[in-house]
């Protein structure tokens, strides 16, 4: 919910106010969804973890794919550059 550019999320049976544009409303709502499911994933696989462990577990659980991609991504983005590279040698030795 949002009152006066303030956006209000449950996470963990607390609230947090922050201000955030009105585009970002849904997207805001739909991440402490995803957050609150993980957390719920952690407490059920760590169901001994207190609240704040709980917070951080689920937090490197998401950073992790999160460096996987970025991995990924360069990994993509050095092939491009490969293949760019490539592409322009040849068209220098044909012109």
Avoid: H, W
């Avoid at 949002?2 to 991440?31: C, I, M």
């Avoid at 460096?67 to 983005?77: F, G, P, R, S, T």
């Amino acid at each position: 919910m949002t009152a006066d550019g303030v956006q209000v999320l449950k996470v963990f049976g607390r609230e947090y106010s922050f201000r955030a544009p009105p585009s970002q409303d849904t997207l805001l709502q739909e991440a402490a969804a995803m957050l609150q499911q993980r957390l719920a994933d952690s407490q059920r696989q760590f169901p001994n973890a207190t609240g704040d462990k709980l917070l951080v577990l689920t937090a490197l659980n998401l950073c992790v794919p999160l460096l996987q991609q970025q991995e990924q991504m360069q990994d993509v983005e050095q092939r491009i550059a490969a293949s760019v590279a490539r592409i322009s040698q040849q068209l220098e030795a044909q012109g």
